[in-house]
């Protein structure tokens, strides 16, 4: 979840501390901003399960998730270990599938197997009605379509706030 505004970086919460050389997260991160009137507070978990401690504490915090997985790589081990800890606390996902424009991403094939691996976790129905939404995160580019043969056409990352407003409810006080 390293999305911060489309005019900011994109890798809001993962600009230092430890890992920040290897790209990984070690601790749990926060960042937030406002968006159509809303504050959104965002929370970037490790996705190891060797961080299991960090990745709980922080599902704790939150009333969604964004499940960030690369277009290329597809769902990695540790996407299994972040998911399934989701699902046990009811929350709900929005798939971001990341990194569109790469040449050798895979989308279709990707979905695929994150349906696979819902289904492997034994999600609900429910659960699995999840949306989905294309990434360019470094272009500061999301969509709701995806067309392999051309570019994400919108200007920044309003068709995923719109659709975290949505469909992520707001806390309860």
């Given amino acids: 979840m390293r999305f911060a505004s489309a005019r900011r970086s994109t890798r809001a919460c993962s600009i230092d501390g430890p890992g920040a050389r290897e790209g990984i997260t070690i601790l749990a991160k926060n960042t937030s901003l406002r968006y159509r009137d809303v504050k959104l507070n965002i929370i970037d978990t490790p996705g190891h399960a060797d961080f299991g401690g960090e990745v709980e504490r922080g599902l704790t915090m939150v009333d969604g998730v964004l499940l960030l997985?690369?277009?290329?790589?597809?769902?990695?081990?540790?996407?299994?270990?972040?998911?399934?800890?989701?699902?046990?606390?009811?929350?709900?996902?929005?798939?971001?599938?990341?990194?569109v424009d790469r040449p050798d991403a895979r989308v279709h094939e990707v979905i695929d197997e994150v349906y696979e691996l819902f289904l492997d976790l034994d999600a609900d129905e429910q659960q699995i009605d999840f949306p989905i939404v294309y990434c360019n995160a470094k272009a500061g580019r999301a969509s709701l379509q995806y067309n392999p043969s051309h570019a994400i056409e919108e200007e920044d990352l309003a068709?995923?706030?719109?659709?975290?407003?949505?469909?992520?409810?707001?806390p309860n006080l």
């Avoid at 540790?78 to 998911?83: A, D, P």
């Avoid at 009811?90 to 798939?95: A, N, T």
């Avoid at 068709?159 to 707001?170: F, T, V, Y």
Wanted: proline share 12%.
């Fill in 159 to 170: 068709p995923l706030l719109d659709l975290l407003l949505e469909r992520i409810p707001a």
């Fill in 69 to 99: 997985v690369d277009a290329s790589e597809g769902p990695l081990p540790q996407t299994r270990f972040v998911l399934r800890k989701a699902l046990e606390a009811h929350l709900p996902v929005i798939l971001v599938i990341n990194k």
